[in-house]
């Protein structure tokens, strides 16, 4: 079965340090991964998507993950955080088969940045 | 603007009258979906379409309904709501759910049923 489980439900970080958001996934096929962003009150936007090419995959606004088949982890990471950078964060498996199509959601984590 | 649109952005209705929550898609996608977001429980699928007049049941798809008569548009409707329906519903969009493109997700719809 497939599924994504995000370990952090909230990550605070102060302005100008590190932002690390942890991701594990399970898969039985070969997955692509995503990272989408949502500010209150607005849409999901997304950050960033793994699709099997580079391990490395950079996004918008800084962020970037890294795919790590052995771990099968895709955190995504900020080296700097800015106070526009709070809002919540989705990872995402798409899955598709014969049985159909689905992204499935991790829970979200929640990232919090103080001046 | 390539763009999902939905209507209305925020709802109020009551147990049981009947509703449609419209979405439109400009980028001639085949592949659309409907999710409902709770708070801990992340996005859950609804209902998705794979193109025109084929659609499927996501994780959670009781007490809803979709239809998919042309590409740009896949409205979600509610037969008969009901207070545990009260949710945050986005509609996303893909070019080719087999090519991995990422999707488009619409700016959400606030429900409440009271």
């Known amino acids: 079965a497939q599924s994504v489980t995000q370990l952090d439900s909230h990550v605070s970080v102060s302005e100008g340090t590190p932002v690390l958001l942890r991701c594990n996934y399970s898969s039985s096929y070969s997955p692509s991964l995503f990272w989408y962003v949502q500010h209150p009150n607005k849409g999901l936007q997304l950050l960033l998507k793994?699709?099997?090419?580079?391990?490395l995959v950079k996004g918008i606004n800084g962020f970037e993950a890294e795919f790590k088949k052995s771990e099968t982890s895709f955190h995504l990471t900020k080296p700097s955080a800015h106070m526009s950078d709070a809002a919540e964060y989705f990872c995402?498996?798409?899955?598709?088969?014969?049985?159909?199509?689905?992204?499935?959601f991790g829970k979200g984590t929640t990232l919090s940045v103080s001046s | 603007e390539a763009q999902v649109t939905q209507n209305p952005r925020y709802l109020i209705t009551v147990t049981g009258k009947k509703l449609t929550v419209t979405c439109s898609q400009n980028m001639n996608h085949e592949y659309m979906s409907w999710y409902r977001q709770d708070p801990g429980l992340g996005l859950r699928q609804i209902y998705y379409?794979?193109?025109?007049?084929?659609?499927d049941k996501g994780d959670v798809p009781e007490g809803y309904k979709v239809s998919r008569k042309e590409k740009r548009n896949f409205p979600l409707i509610l037969e008969s709501p009901s207070p545990n329906q009260t949710s945050l519903y986005f509609c996303a969009s893909s070019l080719s759910v087999r090519t991995n493109y990422g999707y488009t997700f619409g700016s959400g719809t606030r429900l409440t049923v009271v």
């Open positions: 793994y699709t099997s090419a580079a391990t």
């Open positions: 995402v498996v798409s899955l598709f088969n014969q049985a159909g199509t689905a992204l499935i």
């Open positions: 379409s794979m193109n025109v007049e084929v659609t």
